[in-house]
């Protein structure tokens, strides 16, 4: 049975839309708003004051924002605005609001222009001149990283990887020294595929934080290495579903000296050795990753090539 709402949630409620209704929401702008990225509570009351006096809403998919608005009682007109149509839409959204209108920018879940559309719409209304008032709320990146357990005060978020293994290998390569944690977005379909790749490039050692459905009903937060990451998505099918943000730890500091000497080998085995066979060779001589020692390499050789 589910517990009615307290009598002082209730009247805090009230007394938090009065205070709304005080606030100042300028016509003529553009209201970049974050929408729940599972549970449908997780939406702020100022969302909900906008959603409802807008006069339009650009979304990813109206479907899914009618759903959302309905379930609040809020009745508006809705377009799309998706990543095939966003230089259209701006354009629509512009002429609308030199009109002084007020439209509300919303993505199916989470932040719009955070791995979804919304960055070019942003960027044409502001060139035009026009303002733009970003509406806080739901991210699964902020989500993750404040559960993750990892301890570096940076992250560099690369959103999804790129489905084709050489184009992933090249990404994950660029990445490999960054200190920071790298956070990713990934579908259920490919999750085993990019572990496999993260430890191919990055080896067992690093941690891994696998945040799955955030917010929804079979939430998940697992953490360990990627030496045990696979073992752990085969122990259970449920473990290989729904949205996954992962989270892998930044590469371990490393002495200057040490690098160094790492570049001082790799030098002396171009000399004699092609890009590949130096890679593979300074791989085994230092420990480090092959595929990390190959970019190095084949930007050695290219910078070669470039001054003589």
């Known amino acids: 049975m589910t517990e009615p709402l307290s009598h002082p949630l209730v ?10 209704d005080s606030q100042n929401f300028p016509h003529a702008a553009l209201y970049v708003l974050a929408t729940p990225i599972g549970n ?4 702020s009351l100022r969302s909900l004051k906008i959603l409802g006096m807008v006069d339009a809403i650009a979304c990813e998919d109206t479907r899914n924002t009618a759903q959302l608005l ?6 508006k007109s809705l377009f799309a605005a998706h990543q095939h149509n966003e230089q259209e839409v701006a354009e629509k959204i512009i002429q609308r609001l030199q009109n002084q209108e007020r ?27 026009l303002q733009v008032i970003p509406i806080p709320g739901a991210s699964a990146v902020a989500t993750a990283l404040s559960a993750s357990g990892l301890l570096s005060d940076q992250f560099y978020f690369a959103g999804f990887l790129p489905s084709k293994a050489r184009q992933r290998d090249t ?4 990445l490999a020294q960054l200190k920071a944690t790298l956070v990713f977005y ?24 696998f945040a ?42 490393s002495s200057e000296s040490g690098a160094i000497e790492v570049e001082r080998i790799l030098k002396i085995l171009l ?38």
């Open 271 to 308: 000399e004699e050795c092609s890009v590949s066979q130096a890679a593979n060779l300074a791989a085994r001589i230092t420990g480090e990753k092959k595929n990390t020692l190959y970019q190095m390499a084949l930007n050695f050789s290219q910078h070669d090539t470039d001054t003589n």
């Open 186 to 209: 990934e579908a259920p379909h490919r999750i085993l595929e990019s572990v496999n790749a993260l430890l191919e490039s990055y080896g067992p050692d690093r941690k891994i934080v």
């Open 70 to 75: 309905k379930r609040y009682g809020i009745e």
């Open 103 to 129: 439209i509300a920018l919303v993505s199916d879940a989470g932040t719009p222009g955070i791995s979804d559309p919304g960055a070019r719409i942003v960027h044409a209304v502001l060139q035009a001149g």
């Open 171 to 174: 990404v994950l390569t660029e």
């Open 11 to 20: 009247t805090s409620a009230v007394k938090l839309a009065e205070e709304l």
């Open 212 to 253: 799955r459905e955030l917010t929804k009903l079979f939430e998940q937060v697992h953490r360990c290495t990627l030496g045990e990451a696979c073992a752990w998505l085969a122990a259970d099918a449920h473990h290989q579903r729904g949205e996954f943000v992962l989270l892998v730890e930044g590469a371990p500091p």
């Open 40 to 43: 449908i509570t997780d939406i």
